[in-house]
Each structure stands twice: as C-alpha cells, then as structure tokens.
C-alpha cells in the first residue's frame, strides 16, 4: 500500500474535508489554506507530478482541468482564481501526487511571482 498522503487521503485512511469525488477525481480543501478559500483537486490514480504524466493522463487531466470552474463557482469564487501546480524541486513541491491549488476569495490576489 502507498504511503502517499494523498492516496492515504483518497483510500480514506486520513480525513479531508472534501468537495467533490468521482471515479477518477477527488477535490478537498488544503489543510493550511493561503487564501480565504483553497482547495485542491488531485487523480485518484497515483502519479508524482506534472513531471512524471504522459499521454495516458491525459484523459483525467482533461477531466480534472475541465471541471475546475464549476468547483470554484461552487466555493463561492465567481470572480476568478488562481490555479497552481507545483513540480518538483524547483517549484518547491512538498507532496508528490499530483495535485492542483485552486486558490482565490474576494480579494485580488498577489502577483504570481515576485521579481528578485
Ligand atoms: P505542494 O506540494 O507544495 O503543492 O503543497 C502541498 C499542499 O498540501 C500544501 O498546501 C499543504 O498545506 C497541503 N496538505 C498537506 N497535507 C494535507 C492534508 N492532509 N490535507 C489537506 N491538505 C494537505
Ligand atoms: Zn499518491
């Protein structure tokens, strides 16, 4: 069995406050949200990263991305939202299953990078 946090969460071993689940996908809210509201939507099917998909991804991918607006309207987010994925080292991620931020609130968020 994966000791992937993230296929612990979709076998149900650790809870999550979840918004949406179908065969393929499960969306749940982050555990330390960066914004009034922040949740991720992640393949049920284990794969580390954005780094690591192919062309047979590519079906769930279409599904997951596809359903994000409908998500974030239903969390309230009417007026747009950020998606982020982080891969890798580079881009810092810490869990490796693949998964996408859905961040956004009433505000405008932040620039997406900050020059150096
Ligand atoms: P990253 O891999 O850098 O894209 O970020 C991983 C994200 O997973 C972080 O925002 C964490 O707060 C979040 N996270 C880690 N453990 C959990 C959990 N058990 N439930 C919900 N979110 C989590
Ligand atoms: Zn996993």
Do not use: W
Not at 1 to 9: L, Q
Not at 58 to 68: Q, T
Not at 84 to 105: A, F, K, P, S
Request: proline fraction near 6%; hydrophobic fraction near 40%.
């Amino acid at each position: 069995m994966s000791e992937c946090i993230f296929c612990r969460i979709v076998r149900g071993e650790i809870p999550c406050r979840k918004i949406y689940e179908d065969e393929d996908l499960l969306a749940f809210h982050d555990i330390n949200p960066l914004a009034p509201v922040h949740f991720m939507v992640i393949p049920k099917r284990h794969v580390a990263s954005l780094a690591e998909t192919d062309a047979s991804h590519a079906p769930v991918l279409g599904k997951l991305f596809s359903l994000l607006g409908e998500l974030a309207r239903g969390q309230g987010l009417a007026d747009g939202f950020r998606t982020i994925v982080n891969t890798g080292r580079v881009g810092q991620q810490e869990v490796y299953h693949l998964h996408v931020h859905v961040v956004g609130g009433p505000d405008r968020l932040g620039p997406m990078l900050t020059r150096k």
